[in-house]
C-alpha cells in the first residue's frame, strides 16, 4: 500500500482500487457460512491499521489530488477525486480526525467531493459521539432538500451508516419528510439499501432486522408488489448464515 501510494506514476484511479478493501458484502459471497460479526469487525480492524501505518502517506496523497479548479470530468481529474476520497475514507476512522472530513464537506464544488465527506463523517464513531455526524447530515438535507435525486443520496448515506442503532436510525427515517413509502426510488434508498448494505445492523442476531424488513415488504404488497417482491431477496439468502439467523429468517418468510 506504501509503495503504489507513494509512487506518482501511477495512474491515480488504479491506485485508489488498488488500496481498497474489499466490501462486506464481497466478503460474504466468498464464505460457505457468513459470519457476520468476525466479517465487520475484522474489515474494521484492518482498515483502522491501514490507516495509523500510512497515516502520513495517506495525508500526502489527500492534499497532492486536491484540485481547487473547475469542475472537470476529463480522466485524469476524476481519478484523483477518486484517490482523494478513497484516501479520506481511510483517514476518517481514525479517532479526532473528522476536521479534513468537515472541511471537504463545507467547501466541496462538486457533488462528488460533498457526498465523500458526508460519508465520511457519517460513518466516523468520533463526528458520532462530538455531534458533528448529526450537524453534517441536517446541514446537507437543508441544502439540497429540493432535489430528489439527491435527498435519496442522503437516505442511502444513513440507511448504510454502520454504527450501532441502525435500525433505529432508520426507522425514525422513515417519518422524516423526505421519506415517503409510496415512492419507489425513496423506499430502495433506505429500506433496500438497510437490507443490503448494512449486514452488522440488518444481520442483527435477535432477527429484528429480518422481523423490521417483513413488515415493510407487507406494507409495500398493497401499493407496489413489484417493489415488495424485490425486497424479499435479502431473505432467500438464509442458507448461508448460522443457525439461529437461518431460523429468524425462516419466520419471516414463513409469516410473509
Known amino acids: 500500500y506504501r509503495s503504489v501510494l507513494t509512487d506518482q506514476s501511477l495512474d491515480a484511479a488504479m491506485v485508489a482500487l488498488m488500496i481498497q478493501l474489499p466490501s462486506e458484502a464481497y466478503l460474504s459471497e466468498l464464505s460457505e457460512q457468513v459470519d457476520v460479526e468476525a466479517i465487520h469487525f475484522a474489515r474494521n480492524y484492518v482498515r483502522e491499521a ?50 479534513i472530513a468537515q472541511s471537504q464537506l463545507s467547501g466541496a464544488r462538486n457533488m462528488t467531493d460533498e457526498l465523500a465527506g458526508l460519508n465520511a463523517l457519517n460513518q466516523s464513531v468520533s463526528a458520532h459521539e462530538s455531534g458533528a455526524r448529526d450537524v453534517a447530515l441536517g446541514d446537507f438535507y437543508q441544502r439540497w432538500k429540493h432535489e430528489a435525486l439527491v435527498v435519496n443520496q442522503w437516505l442511502q448515506v444513513q440507511a448504510a451508516c454502520q454504527l450501532p442503532d441502525g435500525l433505529t436510525r432508520v426507522k425514525a427515517l422513515m417519518n422524516h419528510d423526505a421519506f415517503d413509502v409510496k415512492n419507489p426510488n425513496k423506499v430502495r434508498s433506505l429500506i433496500g439499501v438497510f437490507a443490503s448494505s448494512n449486514a452488522i445492523n440488518f444481520h442483527a442476531v435477535d432477527g ?20 415488495a417482491s424485490r425486497m424479499v431477496s435479502a431473505l432467500t439468502k438464509w442458507k448461508k448464515y448460522d443457525p439461529t439467523r437461518q431460523q ?9
Not at 51 to 65: F, G, N, S
Not at 83 to 95: G, I, V
Not at 208 to 218: K, P, T, V
Request: proline letters at 3%; hydrophobic letters at 40%.
Open 50 to 99: 491501514v490507516a495509523k501505518a500510512l497515516r502520513d502517506e495517506l495525508q500526502q496523497t489527500y492534499e497532492r489530488c486536491v484540485d481547487d479548479g473547475d469542475f472537470s470530468v476529463k480522466a485524469g481529474a476524476i481519478a484523483k477525486r477518486s484517490l482523494k476520497n478513497t484516501a479520506l475514507s481511510y483517514l476518517s476512522c481514525l479517532p479526532n480526525e473528522q476536521s
Open 248 to 256: 429468524k429468517m425462516r419466520e419471516q418468510l414463513a409469516r410473509i
Open 208 to 227: 429484528s432486522g429480518y422481523q423490521f424488513l417483513a413488515e415493510q415488504i407487507l406494507v409495500l404488497d398493497k401499493l407496489n408488489p413489484q417493489v
